[in-house]
């Protein structure tokens, strides 16, 4: 098991990080009412990863970057939609911005309402702050460190109670034959939700609503914002594996994540039943 790697000693300019944390909230909402009318609409397009596609995923991401460029040049952007798939980009700015323009894009583009726009701020690598916004419910979730969490007009916090067998945990299917050995136990021991949206998994567990998310096969920009969430609101990140950040260098082709995250005791306990299956 890796954990996250220490970050910078030093710390961040308070009006340069206020001014990225207003600039990134009204970039989000500057883009609900596109991608309100484009939801449930919008032709889609398979791509070679066999993940579903739209015009709509373009154009939310340069729609966002470009409005945060206007303001913070010198900063470092990813997006899946929009970097060029043969290429690396090395992140070598103080900031970084990190987008999934539509995560759930089978929900959105079938017209099932879970589905969201999750756009995180990077600072050397790591989530410091996330929004993400919950189209099902019409609100933004967002916060980041020393910031808490914010449900909308309402404080949000991880869940830190003893997990119970009425416990739930958010996942996404489907799993390896492998896989699904190792997390047996937890779908056979808790109650289990799965919402085809990573980011919104990460959000409700973020907000007290679930109690952890485990996943085996997201790609990094679809928990960037959860991540900086579910720790600003008292969570823990755990990685079967390599951990994800400090992100270094971002490729449309980087490899799934493994984790779970949330109430640090079901992050324990979910640790230790994986262990033990292994």
């Known amino acids: ?33 596109f991608f309100d009318s484009q939801f449930g609409r919008v032709e889609s397009q398979w791509k070679e990863d066999d993940t579903r596609v739209t015009f709509a995923d ?3 991401s340069e729609k966002t970057f470009t409005e945060l460029r206007s303001s913070f040049p010198d900063d470092d952007y990813c997006s899946e939609e929009s970097n060029p798939e043969d290429e690396a980009v ?24 879970m589905c969201s726009i999750s756009l995180a701020l990077l600072r050397y690598g790591e989530p410091i702050y996330g929004y993400i916004y919950d189209y099902a419910r019409k609100v933004i979730v967002h916060g980041g460190e020393g910031e808490g969490v914010n449900d909308g007009t309402r404080k949000g916090k991880v869940n830190t109670d003893t997990p119970t067998s009425q416990s739930h945990f958010a996942t996404n299917f489907p799993f390896s034959e492998a896989d699904m050995d190792l997390a047996r136990g937890l ?9 085809g949206s990573a980011a ?9 609503k679930l109690d952890a998310c485990l996943d085996f096969r997201v790609k990094i920009w679809d928990v960037a914002a959860g991540f900086a969430m579910i720790k600003a609101g008292g969570g823990e990140v755990r990685y079967f594996g390599e951990p994800a950040f400090p992100l270094k260098s971002f490729h449309v082709h980087m490899p799934a994540l493994r984790f779970v995250a949330g109430n640090p005791k079901f992050c324990q306990l979910a640790e230790e039943a994986i262990s033990q299956a292994e």
Do not use: C
């Not at 954990?3 to 300019?13: C, E, H």
């Not at 779908?187 to 919402?195: I, P």
């Not at 919104?200 to 007290?208: E, I, P, S």
């Open 90 to 113: 090395t992140l070598e700015a103080e900031y970084a911005w990190l987008i999934d323009p539509i995560d759930g894009t089978n929900n959105f583009a079938l017209g099932i309402p």
């Open 200 to 208: 919104l998994n990460l959000a409700y567990t973020a907000t007290g």
């Open 1 to 33: 098991m890796s954990r996250n790697r220490k970050k910078p000693t030093r710390k961040p300019n308070p009006s340069e990080l206020r001014h990225r944390i207003n600039a990134g909230l009204v970039a989000v909402k500057n883009q609900i009412a």
């Open 187 to 195: 779908f056979e021991q808790y109650r289990v939700r799965s919402f």
């Open 58 to 60: 373009f154009a939310i």
